[in-house]
């Protein structure tokens, strides 16, 4: 009771300004309790006084005809929720331009509570996703395998070891799993909002982020100092990549694998030998689609050479698959 008396308090407070007119006229209208004519802040204190009259059991002085104009949203009651309906329609009236359509009262109550049902987007779905019946592709290619996998959203990646010279003896060995926050979701979905279009379809925001990936993270040493890396060697791959802009090849094809974990593809790591004789420790990433592994690199661009066509950069290619269905 207390609460509503300070709302009926704020009600009294708000200065009547300006006259609108009412959805009929002569006697009570609909959200013009008082009968004046006009819809404002004092049909709404009016209708929570009655109503805190009403609530106590106490006999009001309102007839059937006055109470009726006071139900402003239709549901049969006037109570604390029809008086914040009418003070609502009140300012929209205040602000209304002197040349505009004024809406009736309940076409505008139903506006309200149409945007309340429909919220415009909701911060747990997944945007990175395509929207459905985009062109997959021709049957066969790459475009449409990637397009048309069977996709189930995930958390964890995990990392495999098929080092010669592992603990497991040289064989592929599991090694932890790498978890894609929802700090992570949040970045990404940041990242899709701004870079994707409606008209791409999953395989185009996979290779556009692995471009992107590409040509916009810088190597985290070097001319730089090997201590860049400590700027980013306790963040996650998508906060490396996508908020410092800095990595190695673990944050680069990490930061790619979280991206595909996140829309769905069963996607896992391998930390490996990339030179002969057990040299140069390398990470990639790996997907497994309908039964089949490709493997997906992305790097920096000083291995790039465009005059030979050599880039140290590949796209879901089944050819250069090294690892796929071993778990130990």
Known sequence: MKKLFSAVFAVLCIALMGAFSADASGGYALGDVNGDGVVDSSDASAVLAYYSVASTGKQSDWDDERISSGDADGDGKTDSSDASYILAYYSYLSTLASDAEILPIREFISDINADKASPAESPDKNYVLAPEGLDPGETGTIQYIVNTAELQS????????????????????????????END???????????????????????????????????????????????????????????????????????????????????????????????NQHFISEVNINGL????????????????????????????????????
């Open 154 to 181: 995930h958390d964890e990646i995990p990392l495999y070891n098929i080092k010669g010279d592992n603990a497991n003896g040289g064989k592929p060995m599991f090694v932890r799993n790498y978890t894609v926050t």
């Open 185 to 279: 979701k949040k970045i990404l979905n940041d990242f899709a909002r701004e870079h994707f279009t409606d008209d791409m379809t999953n395989y185009d925001r996979l290779k556009y982020t692995w471009e992107w990936l590409h040509f916009n993270i810088t190597y985290a040493n070097g001319s730089q100092g090997w201590n860049t890396y400590d700027r980013i060697s306790n963040l996650t791959f998508v906060q490396a990549c996508f908020e410092e802009k800095l990595g190695q090849c673990i944050q680069y094809n990490g930061a790619f694998a979280e991206m595909m974990a996140y829309m769905g593809y069963d996607v896992y790591m391998l930390e490996k030998w990339n030179g002969a004789n057990f040299t």
């Open 293 to 328: 592994g490709y493997s997906t690199e992305v790097g920096e661009t000083s291995y790039d050479s465009p005059s030979s066509g050599y880039y140290w950069m590949w796209l879901f290619d089944h050819s250069r698959q090294e690892f796929f269905g071993l778990e130990n």
